[in-house]
């Protein structure tokens, strides 16, 4: 144990002294010097974001075999630190309010030290190690999602968030002892070698997998995530709703990739069932929601489904499907939310009625709420339309006849789920007001923010190079 | 860079120059500007075809321009031209330069209504160049998506609704041609380089018979929701009737063909087995829309209605006539396509302009307007006997063409069909004339209609280029049904 151990795991080294620089300066800086604590804040963010792309991208394992990294595993990062500062921009307003600019610093610590723990998750080699980053990546965010205390519905969601994280922290915890008791060891490539299908293993398996797929709400684990969701500050669902999903998501990828492909005959037709449900049970309740955060709650749950149906393929493409709908996911909904955060914080308001003849008003937010939509529904031009047909391809690929009856189910629930993000577009530049939201005045750093989703969601699918660099670093089994 | 490519990077060129425009004037300026250069390119580019096809008889594309764009899955963007698509080019470039003047006065919003409608001819010309099914299917939806917000913003009626309807069906459609799709990629090569490529799969012809079995249905009604296939065409007649008139000429001008030119290229083309298996279930829908959409249209009262039934009747009858599988019957729905394209785009631009005067499309409304506006009315007239298929207008050769191949067929079923498809002249010339009969030659129903005024310069100029491409179509039609023939084997 010296230090070069420890200088491998550099992107969560650089991660950790944005953590402390952060902390001293809250802790020590002069009123009047916190005045660019924000700005400052996100330079630092940026820089760490910036570095993880130029980190040594081989295959390399640490502390015998508990921590790995490698080219996948750094993209996997990179897409998550994407969206985090994309996400730190758009928290301004919110954070300048009276009564949260004083505890404006604990947002970024909260959030930074629950991105230290995905970082973890994705790169364990062992269930210890991915055990303390899921309790590290979930705890912070229950008081994230408690932030704004003084709402009801804020602390109300942070209570129901943990009981849930701590609920499905046990039963996983529950499927991993057992895992421990028929392999005899918590390293993935032993225990990968010791698999075998047994009615043990396989109960632990699925023990195992209900914990996660708590994290990533897939129905019917997803009980919790709509009042959650519509309970914490906009910019924490955010948060939530694409940093954390992905984050399991990745998680969940390798280690069905790395542990159990000896049992994919078991979980393959599990997921099947779940990839169904989840994205027809996710898209029909987002039908009737008429608040907006509920709506794209719902949405984000549908959402998870059509990531699921690349993660089960269990091939490369599969792989590369998945990470590349994320970072699709990410841009789309950050757009989303982002416009919902400037209207909601200068107006409050936060329902579909609210925004009719928007268009008219603030014809810029308008339009980047309508391209997210377009996105989230997997029409061309944006990246939506091809991050949805890898996945499907990915789906696919394995030439199964179920398979295709399964893509073919999730491209009729497209159809659905287009109905309702026409709706929040039909609000906005078709149905009249007579009261419609002012002119508003967006703050620049939001202003950044959702430039730069709109960017995204134009460049990312259309030229190629993101898609290909992607393929190139994903295996499958 | 393609000459090809030129075709979907003019309107995109537009769509930049329109976001600078910062009036009306300017808008109609660069429409217009635009349209044009696209309708003479599109010219030009005929010749060129026609020199090129002379130097090279042999390749069944001209014009071939690939590069790859995502390599890890195969796909290319891969364009390239036959006498059919040359075609269909040239169609959607008349009918965007007419849209445009029939769509003068456009209000609201008149910028965002022009960007949009070119953003749907960016789609339209991509999908007609495209040799690559994920190139193809990438432009079909963006053809797509623009019409819901056309109708929504600038339809009339109940367009909420219609502007729903429709999107969801046709995206609907393409979920099924998009699980086509991938089945034929994935059961396209043999050796496991699967590929989008048309031409490619076609000479592979590597997808066994059991794979084209459950392929096809599922490519036909994928594009047969657009080509108004019986029972999927309910979103024809109430988007038609709602949208704004460029629209409607754009859609059921050109946008409907999509639907035809897909089944043509993809389902019959590269699954001929199962095509030949198939076929029948398939002519009879076909055939039920035929008639189905005649009757239709004699049902309504509303100009637009009547219109978007005999479309239904008249796009039934492209599909008809591809599923007849001989290259009489392929050619003649070709043809159609281009008559049909032309002559319901006169059409709807006719109804627009009537509409806009009298604001009413109810014909128990209307009369006597052959004294009142005398060259709108005359066209009405030229493009009714087009419709119903008077020899020397475009109507005519095409519906001959189709019902001389479809009799071909030796067999009882193909010939009863057939026959019955045939009855569909007759039901047409009840509700043109109809139509005609009571609107124009009729005694003035309403007074206030004696004021109005005839047709302004630049409606002249979509409807005199309208019916000119029309008549070109029926009186010189030997050097078109040869563009098409060359190149069906």
Redesign the interface.
């Known amino acids: 144990m010296n230090l070069s151990n420890y200088l491998l795991m550099k992107p969560e080294l650089s991660l950790i002294a944005v953590f402390l620089l952060l902390i001293f300066y809250d802790l020590f800086a002069s009123d009047n010097a916190k005045k660019y604590y924000f700005p400052i804040a996100c330079l630092l963010f940026l820089v760490h974001t910036v570095y993880c792309f130029f980190i040594n991208k081989d295959v390399l394992t640490t502390f015998g075999g508990m921590y790995v990294t490698g080219a996948a595993q750094i993209t996997m990062k990179c897409v998550l630190n994407i969206g985090v500062f994309l996400i730190f921009l758009q928290a301004n307003e919110w954070l300048k309010k009276p009564e949260s600019i004083f505890k404006r610093g604990e947002f970024f610590m909260l959030t930074i030290l629950t991105l230290l723990g995905m970082y973890l998750m994705i790169s364990s080699g062992s269930f210890m190690i991915f055990y303390i980053g899921l309790e590290m990546a979930s705890l912070p965010v229950a008081a994230l999602v408690a932030f704004d205390k003084y709402k009801n519905n804020s602390a109300e969601a942070g209570a129901k968030y943990i009981f849930n994280a701590i609920f499905s922290s046990a039963i996983m915890v529950f499927g991993i002892s057992f895992l421990y008791g028929a392999c005899g060891t918590l390293y993935f490539d032993d225990m990968f070698q010791s698999i075998y299908s047994s009615p043990l293993i396989i109960m632990a398996m699925i023990f195992f997998l209900s914990g996660l797929f708590f994290k990533i709400s897939l129905v019917p684990f997803h009980l919790w995530a709509p009042d959650v969701y519509q309970g914490a500050p906009t910019n924490v669902t955010l948060y939530l709703s694409t940093i954390s999903k992905g984050a399991a998501v990745f998680a969940l990828m390798i280690i069905l990739y790395k542990v159990f492909p000896a049992l994919a005959g078991v979980w393959q037709p599990i997921i099947w069932i779940l990839i169904l449900l989840t994205i027809t049970i996710g898209n029909l309740f987002a039908l009737r929601q008429k608040n907006l955060k509920r709506l794209l709650a719902f949405s984000s749950i549908s959402q998870a489904g059509y990531i699921m149906l690349s993660v089960f393929s269990g091939s490369s493409?599969g792989m590369?499907a998945t990470i590349f709908y994320v970072f699709v996911y990410v841009f789309s909904n950050l757009a989303a939310f982002g416009v919902i955060s400037a209207i909601e914080n200068k107006t409050g308001k936060v329902n579909m009625d609210d925004y009719n003849g928007l268009y008219l008003t603030n014809p810029k937010l308008a339009l980047v709420m309508m391209i997210s939509m377009?996105s989230l529904g997997g029409?061309?031009?944006t990246a939506g339309?091809f991050s949805k047909?890898?996945v499907?391809?990915a789906a696919?690929?394995s030439?199964n006849p179920w398979n295709?009856v399964l893509?073919?189910l999730a491209?009729?629930n497209?159809?659905v789920s287009?109905?309702y993000y026409?709706l929040v577009?039909?609000a906005m530049?078709?149905n009249k007001n007579n009261s419609p939201i002012e002119t508003l005045n967006t703050d620049s750093y939001l202003k950044i923010s959702l430039v730069a989703s709109v960017v995204g969601i134009f460049c990312i699918g259309v030229i190629?190079c993101f898609?290909?660099y992607i393929?190139t670093v994903s295996f499958g089994f | 860079m393609n000459i090809l490519s030129l075709f979907v990077l003019i309107p995109v060129l537009m769509l930049i120059a329109f976001l600078f425009c910062k009036n009306i004037k300017q808008v109609r300026t660069v429409a217009v500007i635009g349209t044009a250069i696209e309708l003479i390119f599109s010219v030009v580019f005929l010749f060129m075809f026609l020199g090129a096809r002379e130097a090279d008889p042999s390749s069944a594309m001209l014009f071939q321009y690939d590069v790859v764009?995502?390599?890890?899955?195969n796909i290319h963007y891969a364009v390239g031209v036959d006498g059919i698509s040359v075609l269909m080019l040239l169609l959607t470039a008349i009918i965007m330069f007419t849209g445009v003047f029939a769509s003068w006065n456009m209000d609201p919003l008149p910028k965002d209504f022009f960007m949009w409608l070119t953003l749907l001819a960016v789609g339209v010309y991509g999908f007609f160049i495209s040799l690559d099914m994920?190139t193809m299917f990438?432009?079909y939806?963006?053809a797509l998506?623009p019409m819901?917000?056309l109708i929504?913003?600038w339809g009339t009626g109940k367009k909420?609704y219609s502007a729903?309807k429709l999107?969801?069906m046709l995206?609907?459609g393409s979920?099924f041609l998009?699980?086509g799709i991938?089945?034929i990629?994935?059961n396209s090569s043999v050796t496991g380089e699967y590929t989008f490529n048309i031409l490619q799969i076609a000479q592979n012809s590597a997808i066994p018979v059991e794979a084209q079995r459950w392929i096809f249905p599922l490519t036909f009604l994928g594009f047969g929701v657009l080509g108004a296939l019986f029972p999927f065409h309910t979103w024809s007649p109430d988007g038609h009737a709602s949208a704004p008139t460029a629209v409607s000429m754009l859609h059921a001008g050109v946008l409907m063909k999509l639907g035809g030119y897909g089944c043509f290229r993809i389902a019959m083309h590269l699954l001929p087995q199962a095509a030949n298996e198939l076929s029948w279930i398939f002519l009879i829908l076909t055939g039920i829309s035929v008639v189905y959409g005649a009757f239709g249209a004699i049902a309504q009262n509303d100009l637009k209605y009547i219109n978007a039934y005999s479309s239904v009747s008249h796009c039934g009858l492209v599909l008809f006539a591809i599923l007849m599988m001989n290259n009489t019957a392929t050619t003649g729905a070709i043809m159609q396509m281009l008559s049909h394209g032309l002559m319901t785009a006169l059409f709807f631009a006719l109804i627009g302009m009537i509409y806009g005067r009298t604001h009413t499309r109810d014909i128990r409304q209307l009369g006597g307007l052959m004294k009142i506006m005398p060259f709108l009315s005359v066209c009405y007239v030229i493009a009714g006997l087009a419709s119903l298929g008077l020899p020397g207008l475009s109507g005519f050769v095409a519906e001959m063409t189709i019902f001389v191949g479809s009799f071909q067929h030796q067999d009882m079923f193909h010939r009863v069909l057939t026959v019955m498809a045939c009855s569909s002249i007759v039901i047409t010339a009840v509700y043109i004339l109809k139509v005609v009969g009571k609107i124009l030659y009729g005694p003035v129903v309403d007074d206030h209609h004696l004021e109005l005024t005839d047709a302004v310069w630049y409606e002249k100029v979509a409807v005199v280029g309208l019916v000119l491409s029309v008549a070109g179509v029926g009186l010189f039609p030997g050097w078109i049904s040869n563009l098409i023939h060359t190149c069906l084997h």
């Open positions: 493409a590369a377009f029409i061309p031009f339309f047909l890898f499907f391809m696919m690929e030439g295709t893509v073919f491209l009729v497209t159809v287009l109905y026409l577009v039909k530049f078709i190629n898609y290909d393929n | 764009w995502f390599k890890a899955l994920f990438f432009f939806e963006i998506i819901y917000l929504g913003l909420e729903m999107t969801l995206m609907g979920a998009l699980v991938f089945g990629y994935f």
